[in-house]
Every structure is written in structure tokens, then in C-alpha cells.
């Protein structure tokens, strides 16, 4: 099964609360697009980084998750001014939190690092390393 969750932010009476993730489950063959919720997180932001995204992808393995890893991370934001995109590796997951200026710079960012993380995971699961494999 490939989890999905993630993690929203909302602004309530001048403060950011955190709500709890959402989890997603799909089964390994299935797309692993979602659907992210984004909320302002701030009107006052002092960062200018009013819109946030976090999720996680469980991959199963520390191995796949870092070869999905090392995949996306040279691909660069296009405009690092406006987006930024944080991903780490932590026990078999790939965790991203997307941080932008706007909504619609936002959207664009995830919806094209969602579909290029979709494309990479169905290689990884079509002609990912085997234990067989890695030991020759």
C-alpha cells in the first residue's frame, strides 16, 4: 500500500493551528496524485510565505524513498522568490512541505512536482532495485 497524508494549516483568530494529517491509502499500482488542501497561514505573515502544503508519501522502503528522493531534488523551483519546496527522507517516506506567496503559485508547484513524483514512483515500482540485484 502507498500512504499519502498530509498537513494542513489554518489561521483562526490571528494564530496558525496545525490540524491533524489526513491519511490516504492506495493500492501500489495506483496513481499517487492527491488532492492538497491549502489555507493561508498568516494575513500578516512577516515571511511573505502566507500558503503552505506538507505531505508524505510511505514508500515502504528507505531505499525507494531515497531513489525518488534523489530524482526529484535537482529538479529546481522555478521561481525560488514566489516557492519553495523542502524534502527529506525519513523512515521509507518522502516528506515535502511547499511553501509559496500565493495560492496559484502554490497550486502549480504541487501539481507539477505531484505528477513528475507519480512518474518516478511507477518506475521505482516497475524496475526498482531488488536485494538480488543491489548484492551483485
Same mark, same amino acid.
Given at each position: =500500500?502507498?500512504?499519502? !497524508?498530509?498537513?494542513?494549516? @489554518?489561521? @483562526?483568530?490571528?494564530?496558525?493551528?496545525?490540524?491533524?494529517?489526513?491519511?490516504? *491509502? @492506495?493500492?501500489?499500482?495506483? *496513481?499517487?496524485? =492527491?488532492?492538497?488542501?491549502?489555507?493561508?497561514? *498568516?494575513?500578516?505573515?512577516?515571511?511573505?510565505?502566507? &500558503?503552505?502544503?506538507? &505531505?508524505?508519501?510511505?514508500?515502504?522502503?528507505?531505499? +525507494?524513498?531515497?531513489? /525518488?528522493?534523489?530524482?526529484?531534488?535537482? $529538479?529546481?523551483?522555478?521561481?525560488?522568490?514566489?516557492?519553495?519546496?523542502?524534502?527529506?527522507?525519513?523512515?521509507?517516506?518522502?516528506? /515535502?512541505?511547499?511553501?509559496?506567496?500565493?495560492?496559484?503559485?502554490?497550486?502549480?508547484?504541487?501539481?507539477?512536482? /505531484? $505528477?513528475? =513524483? /507519480?512518474?518516478?514512483?511507477?518506475?521505482?515500482?516497475?524496475?526498482?532495485?531488488?536485494?538480488?540485484? +543491489? !548484492?551483485?
Amino acid at each position: =500500500m502507498l500512504i499519502l !497524508s498530509e498537513t494542513k494549516t @489554518r489561521e @483562526r483568530a490571528g494564530a496558525k493551528e496545525e490540524l491533524p494529517p489526513e491519511r490516504f *491509502s @492506495r493500492p501500489r499500482a495506483a *496513481s499517487a496524485a =492527491m488532492a492538497a488542501v491549502t489555507a493561508p497561514t *498568516s494575513s500578516s505573515s512577516s515571511s511573505g510565505w502566507d &500558503f503552505t502544503c506538507n &505531505f508524505e508519501v510511505d514508500y515502504g522502503s528507505e531505499e +525507494h524513498a531515497t531513489i /525518488v528522493y534523489k530524482t526529484l531534488v535537482v $529538479d529546481k523551483e522555478l521561481q525560488p522568490d514566489k516557492v519553495t519546496r523542502e524534502m527529506t527522507v525519513y523512515g521509507g517516506k518522502l516528506v /515535502v512541505r511547499f511553501e509559496a506567496v500565493e495560492a496559484r503559485f502554490l497550486r502549480a508547484s504541487f501539481s507539477a512536482f /505531484v $505528477d513528475l =513524483m /507519480v512518474l518516478v514512483t511507477k518506475l521505482v515500482e516497475e524496475y526498482g532495485v531488488s536485494k538480488e540485484e +543491489h !548484492s551483485r
